[in-house]
């Protein structure tokens, strides 16, 4: 459905909300921007759950900026990480996106000298608020890394390591969380059978499913990945990639990828970085994964998704 | 090549005979003669010199190794034949009575290094990982520039130290014997600790922290499990090194004649009973000092053998 303005895309989203009315709407409509359609939908909700998911983004930067002691790493980000959506972070590297998912879940704090202004929404609460609780925010917001990092501990106990920091719990549960993360991870019928040995014995692959494992077995709310595939082959890459759209069925996921063709392929959103001037990371545009690699509005996307750039 | 093609004007300084091809081909054989020769020489004096080194080195290694065979050798013909049950069970009698055992300066030395392990090895540990997170502040550098001066102290001084601190005023006792051991071991445990911890990869760390672990259980559940090989190794090195020494006790638990475990009294140990019989004038004394040795070594041995087993099998 192509796009001649912004005004006909409030037109389209308008149309999307009669499709909404219909029960139809759990579809997402790629042509529309996500903003234009929250206030849509905020209009004739289908259901009310619904509509303050849609209203609300559950996470939401506002005019963030990130430092590293003087240096601005991250300028004026405001980005919404929609529910049950993959949100995906592209640009070229140095751009700060590393910088931006971190600071998601304050993993920056463990940088000396790092800080942030503005805010991070999370259901409507700001994490960098005073008197929150820090380690609260990593258990409702997960991370998995770059490169797979196993604990040097078995499979069994690497799944069950966020689980048990909750407190003792019966054998028999935990031994049920392990099994469920495990299979919604894709990994349990190749550890089945060797939960007790080390996790360090699997491949790269494998370690980054354990990984995502180690991650949904806390049931987070949202779960972040930064370039989770980059040390993967094609084969474990796709397997990751068929495992967040398992995933999205139940979290929101942000990624960061600099694999244009995975952020095509596996996100709903995306969002564009890239460095300004003074080498500060600015996300130049925000849109529906389909607009930003068709019809960018900004001649920088259109070159970078293109690979014209970087 | 380029300059004989035929577009090229012809070029008088450029045009050669036969007799210059020849020339010069005569010439670029002799230079690559004299290299050929020149690389031979070379590599003649590369060998001699290699051989010469080679035989040196091997000269030093052997002449290393000739003290500790003949010490080994040595401790072990003179040691051995002392070694019964009676003298692993039995308690110091009097010379008349056959001179009896070392088994109180066996229990006295188990105490001794117990307790400094006690003490120091916590410490120690914590201390390494306050200074592998904070390595830069005063007090982490202050503790880093401390240990490195404590592990350069001669052990007598740590003895002379604890003995104006726990002894004079009170009494020789094995706490004070204990506390000079710890504060040996102390730098031992705490560097090698700082150095395994140092090892363990950062992302292990993100990763904890990542699922909602606090700093602390992240220290013991992740990092010292991860580092636990090496840091057992550093452990028993730091056993090792105090279960010979003799000097700090000297002042502190003094030494004695009796099983004993009372902590505020004196206590005897391997190193003390060694030395105290090796300086009396009586051939008993100075079998069972030989059969001493023979134990402290053998538990020195172990205690390395048993840490190089530990490095070499990763746990996991
Ligand atoms: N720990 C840090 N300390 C100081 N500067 C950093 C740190 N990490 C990243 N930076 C800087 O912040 C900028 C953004 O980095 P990063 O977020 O890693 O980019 P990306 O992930 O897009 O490649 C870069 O200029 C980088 O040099
Ligand atoms: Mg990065």
Redesign the interface.
């Known amino acids: 459905m192509p796009i001649a303005s912004s005004s006909a895309r409030v037109a389209i989203s308008l149309h999307g909300v009669t499709i909404v009315q219909q029960g139809k709407g759990v579809l997402p409509d790629m042509n529309t921007s996500p903003l234009a359609r929250e206030n849509a939908q905020s209009h004739a909700p289908a259901t009310a759950g619904e509509a303050a998911a849609a209203v609300m983004p559950k996470m939401q930067t506002e005019s963030l900026s990130i430092y590293y002691g003087n240096f601005r790493a991250v300028a004026d980000v405001t980005l919404p990480v929609r529910d049950r959506k993959i949100t995906a972070i592209i640009g070229p590297s140095g751009c700060g996106k590393s910088t931006l998912i971190r600071s998601l ?1 304050r ?1 920056n704090d ?1 940088i000396a000298g790092a800080h942030a202004g503005g805010k991070v929404m999370l259901d409507g609460e700001d994490i960098y608020a005073s008197g929150i609780d820090v ?5 409702r917001v ?2 998995v ?1 770059q ?1 797979p ?6 499979i069994y106990d690497n799944v069950a ?2 689980v048990r ?1 909750y407190g003792r719990i019966p054998k028999a549960e935990l031994d049920d969380i392990v099994e469920t993360s495990l299979r919604r991870s894709a990994l349990w019928d190749e550890v089945k059978d060797k939960l007790k040995q ?1 996790a ?1 014995a699997l491949s790269g692959g494998q370690q980054q499913r354990l ?1 995502i494992a ?2 949904i077995a ?1 049931e987070p709310e949202v779960i972040l990945m930064d370039e989770p595939c980059s040390a993967l082959d094609p084969v474990a890459t796709l397997k990751i990639e068929e495992l967040m759209q398992e995933l999205k069925q139940d979290y929101a996921i942000v990624i960061v990828t600099h694999n244009m063709q995975q952020a095509a392929r596996v996100s709903d959103t995306t969002a564009m970085m890239m460095m300004r001037a003074d080498r500060a990371g600015e996300m130049i545009e925000f849109d529906e994964t389909q607009i930003i690699f068709t019809k960018p509005r900004d001649k920088r996307t259109e070159d970078y998704v293109s690979g014209r750039f970087g | 090549m380029a300059r004989g093609t035929m577009t090229d004007p012809p070029n008088p300084a450029a045009r050669t005979t036969e007799a210059d091809v020849a020339d010069t081909q005569a010439i670029r054989a002799r230079a690559r003669q004299r290299r050929v020769q020149a690389s031979m020489a070379r590599e003649r004096v590369r060998r001699v010199t290699n051989a010469v080194m080679l035989g040196l080195t091997g000269l030093a290694t052997l002449l290393a190794l000739i003290p500790l065979v003949w010490i080994i050798v040595d401790v072990v013909l003179l040691g051995a034949p002392s070694i019964t049950p009676d003298f692993l069970t039995q308690s110091f009698k009097p010379a008349s009575l056959g001179g009896g055992g070392v088994l109180h300066a066996i229990v006295g030395s188990l105490i001794l290094v117990g307790l400094a392990s006690v003490m120091s090895i916590p410490i120690g540990i914590l201390a390494a990982f306050y200074v592998v997170r904070n390595p830069n502040t005063t007090l982490g550098l202050a503790v880093r520039f401390g240990t490195d001066v404590l592990a350069g102290l001669p052990s007598i001084v740590v003895g002379l130290f604890v003995y104006t601190l726990l002894v004079v005023g009170r009494s020789y006792s094995a706490l004070a014997g204990a506390v000079a051991l710890a504060i040996l071991m102390l730098p031992i445990v705490l560097r090698t600790t700082e150095e395994m911890l140092k090892l363990v990869p950062d992302s292990l760390r993100e990763g904890a922290l990542g699922l909602g672990a606090p700093e602390w259980k992240t220290a013991f559940s992740v990092l010292l499990p991860a580092a636990l090989t090496g840091v057992l190794t550093g452990l028993m090195l730091a056993v090792a090194r105090v279960s010979g020494e003799t000097a700090p006790l000297l002042f502190t638990a003094l030494g004695s004649n009796v099983l004993s475990s009372a902590l505020n009294r004196p206590i005897a140990s391997l190193p003390l009973t060694l030395f105290v019989y090796a300086t009396q004038p009586d051939p008993i004394r100075h079998a069972q000092a030989w059969a001493i040795a023979l134990i402290i070594m053998v538990i020195v041995l172990a205690l390395n053998i048993g840490a190089r087993l530990i490095a070499r099998h990763r746990a996991m």
């Open positions: 879940n993993m463990l380690v609260d925010i990593r258990r997960g991370m890394f490169r990092n196993p604990f040097p501990k078995s390591f966020g920091l080390s360090m990984c180690r991650a806390v």
